[in-house]
């Protein structure tokens, strides 16, 4: 069966292209639904379409180069095939949201070549999964193309419905860290990816790209109607990207699913990466943290020096003493080091990565942390100064490996494409934050950890693209708008924003989004714009390896019974199920922790009440379980005021078994979280 399937695939890639008579390369999904078709119009253009089960998505795109130094490869352009093929593999995570992760695709293989005398070649590669698509460019090795310098990418992503979007803006000076728009799809301007889609057929597709290695990030550009084009970061020069062949570029992916909720359970972005290359990562622990960080951010501490500096002796020693008690793994210490005087926003050169503050002892301190079973996790801030870092870095590392510290924040807080890199010349020089520079200088920060057992979490990094299943010590990162700007944003962030994060910047990877806030009332004009309910939902709504604790001990050690569900909460993960969620709106999902039985659950909504049902049936069948339900209470209002208030929840217990539906009844801004741990066989 296998072998006729294999001819009857052959067959198929060479088709006539209606009256044309251009030849036509197609492959489907494993389950046939998805179809990608490749040709070339009259004057040798390349393109690409998508349909699902009969049903175009994604209209005729291009594909192709500007180049910056010689011809485009645009048109003049032959195409030759090979037959599909298929691969199908079940790998493990060692840390992650699923343990097993099923990587079954069909690849096709299309070779572009110029009819002109040089003769310069390039192919396509397209993966084709049940749940959508990844396809890349490489440049094969040849005489007529040893050097390629791209200065744009002519790859199109031509929506064939109308429907809604859901975006952040491209080239602004703060990075990631926007308000998702909704508006219709043209409504869409210069776009970050992942961008969001529904259409009114009711699909879901996100677009992204997967494997962004030595190469510039790409955001979209919607050139006319539905039709956007990839929007390469600026270079050093105008070409965006120079490399050596051969090479392949990052992966452009499409997630296409019928529900929001299944683009949450794609993981077509990692398997579009590369196997782990560390070999042995046991060293690598998730694990929730405490730190000297929201203080800072309330203004009650400083990270510079002087009568409100967070990060002494007294206050880190009281964080590892808090953290020792109730279970967590690690205490964030940031203003540690020299550097934090003065101006160092989008500077950095002041920076020490090895010199501590006098009233901070990093010795003293690891030793007494490592005593009572928790780690120091490190911070690197570099104003966006990755040239200065870089002279520094292996220091920074060598310390804190000998110290025991096993995890370290990074920081590039600088107005993009205000990153210091070192430039061809070997000198500082400016470049964006998702420049190929950067691109470089990531990969290295992370292989000079992994050298040395660390884990990183990046703030203000490039963007995720799977990367962390070929280097798993890439734990999370920020890239988003996160907690902080509920601390002092004006205005911070609203209740709808965590929803929306769950079906667009999580869908690259996990966020260091920093939950567990108890002290509603901030500098933000609305404060803390959820109930404390949802709070503690985020634990298992925004997925991270690493969660921190973020409010101020004092809060927790007031409010010991809703602090319960932040102890008990898993940070990794054997499955995970969406139940139920609408982009924007609300979201159900649980997850089973790692090596163990007991199920969580995260529900959170907008700014609208919501009442949600819960099928209970990913519980194992035949067990009665505890539920340990954390949700709204009668007066639950992220607004307070008017006998409302965020901080009323009710806090209770009941059994239940897989054959059970819960009722979720979520207050305006509010969630509900549920511990389920199972007691016995149910009774018959």
Do not use: C
């Not at 990207?241 to 019928?258: C, G, K, N, S, Y």
């Not at 925004?542 to 921190?548: A, D, E, K, V």
């Not at 039985?597 to 990913?618: K, M, Q, Y």
């Amino acid at each position: 069966m296998r072998s006729l399937l294999m001819i009857l695939a052959f067959l198929a890639v060479w088709t006539p292209a209606l009256a044309q008579d251009r030849p036509v390369a197609s492959v489907s999904s494993p389950n046939g639904a998805l179809v990608v078709s490749v040709t070339t119009d009259g004057d040798g253009r390349p393109s690409y379409a998508v349909s699902r089960l009969g049903r175009t998505v994604i209209e005729p795109s291009k594909l192709g180069f500007i180049l910056t130094d010689a011809a485009k490869l645009e048109r003049g352009l032959e195409l030759t095939a090979q037959a599909p093929t298929d691969y199908d593999e079940t790998w493990e995570q060692p840390w992650g949201e699923r343990r097993f992760i099923r990587n079954h695709y069909r690849e096709l293989r299309v070779t572009f070549t110029e009819r002109a005398d040089l003769r310069r070649t390039f192919d396509v590669v397209f993966r084709v999964y049940d749940d959508g698509l990844g396809f890349r460019y490489e440049f094969p090795e040849q005489d007529s193309l040893r050097t390629v310098r791209i200065g744009s990418e002519l790859t199109e992503f031509n929506i064939a419905e109308d429907g809604e979007a859901w975006w952040i803006p491209a080239w602004e000076w703060n990075r990631e860290e926007y308000l998702y728009h909704r508006t219709p799809i043209e409504g869409a301007g210069s776009t970050q990816t992942p961008m969001t889609l529904r259409l009114n057929s009711g699909l879901h597709v996100s677009i992204h790209e997967a494997a962004l290695v030595n190469y510039s990030g790409m955001n979209l550009r919607r050139s006319e109607g539905r039709r956007f084009v990839a929007d390469l970061t600026p270079g050093f020069t105008n070409a965006a990207v120079e490399r050596e062949a051969p090479f392949p570029t990052p992966w452009r992916t499409l997630q296409i699913t019928d529900t929001a909720g299944g683009l949450v359970e794609s993981s077509l972005i990692l398997n579009l990466n590369e196997p782990n290359a560390l070999g042995d990562v046991s060293w690598v622990r998730p694990m929730k943290y405490v730190g000297v960080w929201w203080e800072m951010h309330l203004d009650t501490k400083t990270w510079a020096s002087g009568p409100r500096h967070g990060a002494t002796n007294e206050n880190v020693r009281r964080h590892i003493d808090f953290a020792a008690e109730h279970g967590f793994g690690g205490v964030l210490v940031e203003g540690w080091n020299v550097g934090w005087d003065g101006n160092w926003f989008g500077n950095g050169w002041d920076y020490s990565f090895t010199e501590s503050y006098p009233d901070f002892d990093i010795e003293a301190l690891s030793a007494y942390a490592s005593e009572r079973g928790v780690q120091i996790i490190g911070h690197h801030e570099t104003g966006g100064n990755a040239y200065h870092y870089e002279q520094q870095m292996e220091a920074g590392f060598d310390l804190y490996e000998r110290l025991g510290i096993g995890a370290v924040k990074t920081g590039y807080v600088a107005d993009a494409g205000g990153a210091r890199v070192t430039g061809p010349d070997g000198q500082p020089t400016f470049a964006w934050h998702e420049s190929q520079a950067m691109a470089r200088h990531h990969m290295a920060v992370v292989t000079e950890a992994a050298e040395r057992r660390i884990a990183v979490n990046p703030h203000e990094p490039i963007k995720d693209t799977g990367l962390r299943r070929t280097y798993p010590n890439w734990v999370t990162r920020e890239g988003a708008r996160g907690m902080e700007f509920s601390a002092w944003g004006q205005p911070g962030n609203p209740p709808e924003h965590e929803v929306n994060l769950i079906f667009t910047r999580l869908l690259a990877g996990p966020m260091d989004y920093t939950p567990g806030i108890f002290g509603m009332v901030t500098r933000s004009p609305d404060g803390i714009a959820t109930t404390w309910a949802k709070q503690l939902a985020l634990y298992v709504t925004i997925y991270s390896p690493l969660q921190m604790a973020a409010d101020l001990l004092d809060n927790y050690e007031a409010n010991p019974a809703p602090f319960q569900f932040i102890k008990d909460v898993a940070v990794d993960w054997d499955e995970t199920r969406v139940l139920n969620g609408e982009i924007g709106d609300y979201v159900t999902i649980a997850r089973r922790e790692r090596e163990g039985r007991e199920w969580f659950l995260g529900s959170i909504t907008d700014e609208h009440p919501r009442v949600l049902s819960a099928d209970l049936s990913f519980l194992e069948p035949g067990v009665r379980y505890r539920a340990e339900i954390y949700r709204d209470g009668p007066d639950a209002d992220w607004r307070d005021g008017n006998g409302r208030s965020r901080t009323d929840i009710v806090i209770e217990q009941r059994e239940v078994t897989s054959a059970e539906t819960l009722t979720l009844a979520l207050a305006p801004g509010g969630g509900q979280a549920i511990r389920f741990v199972p007691l016995g066989r149910a009774r018959r």
